[in-house]
């Protein structure tokens, strides 16, 4: 670490040194500060693992779930936390990581009930401005339960970013760390990127939550109806009947699936059927 606290790396290469008869008298150190190298290859590493735990989760809440604890460890911090917004303009963790070094439970107890309003510490403030933001407890004091109860157990810096479309945000990222970390630039453009992602993922996830309620009602409604009704694909194929229409042909509606009004009908009829299917 610098002086300052902030980690670099170094590649580290040992020579020996030999004297006139070739026993080694001495060694040289080769240093190479290597930081920014090892900056990108976890940045990239980052990207992937935020892309793969999007693409496998089935649900909002598994892919937050699975989102904080890909950044945290790739980055080597100690806690994540997924805020959503909820009515009245407030805030509520949805989802928390926690690593398992040391007890957090201080945390996640203080964290339960705590809901921070729009413009409310860190992670109000990131959802009021829409912008990433990052903080050093080291030196700030908090002015909430929260994060008050993160700099008694360690935590230095905590940075949080939108998960956002456009304007709309659909929640906040918030990351703490155990050292004191100076805002790295090219990381938070990384978050911002990251938060677009998760915003989308959101998004989308929403939207087919609402076309599958919108179709859970259609289909309540159509098999409440007295009449019999069918629903065919481009094949003639019966991909849904109501109960009124299996009562009339002698079947179960899950016994329809996948068969034609052919079968059902007598062979006189079926060319009426052909004929207005055209």
């Not at 963790?93 to 309003?117: H, M």
């Amino acid at each position: 670490y610098h002086k300052n606290g902030q980690k670099y790396w170094l590649h580290l290469e040992i020579q020996p040194i030999r004297d006139a008869s070739g026993q080694i008298s001495n060694f040289m150190a080769l240093e190479r500060d290597i930081t920014e190298r090892v900056r990108t290859e976890y940045r990239r590493r980052l990207q992937y693992k935020v892309s793969q735990a999007l693409t496998d989760s089935p649900t909002i809440a598994v892919g937050m779930a699975q989102c904080l604890q890909a950044i945290a460890k790739v980055l080597g911090w100690p806690g994540a936390v997924f805020w959503s917004p909820q009515e009245g303009q407030r805030l509520r963790a949805e989802s928390a990581w926690f690593a398992t070094d040391r007890d957090y439970s201080l945390l996640r107890t203080t964290l339960e009930p705590f809901s921070p309003q729009l413009g409310e510490c860190l992670p109000g403030r990131v959802w009021e401005q829409g912008q990433p933001t990052w903080v050093t407890l080291a030196s700030e004091v908090p002015d909430d339960p929260w994060h008050e109860a993160a700099r008694t157990l360690g935590i230095k810096a905590a940075c949080a970013f939108p998960c956002k479309v456009g304007d709309k945000s659909f929640g906040i990222i918030e990351l703490l760390s155990s050292q004191t970390e100076e805002p790295d630039q090219d990381l938070i453009q990384l978050f911002s990127s990251l938060g677009t992602q998760m915003g989308q993922f959101i998004e989308r996830k929403l939207a087919e939550a609402e076309i599958e309620q919108q179709r859970d009602f259609a289909l309540q409604v159509m098999n409440a109806m007295g009449q019999g009704l069918t629903v065919s694909d481009e094949k003639g194929v019966f991909t849904f009947a109501n109960a009124a229409y299996a009562r009339l042909v002698g079947c179960q509606p899950e016994q329809l699936i996948g068969r034609k009004p052919h079968d059902f009908a007598f062979d006189e009829d079926i060319p009426k059927l052909e004929e207005a299917a055209k």
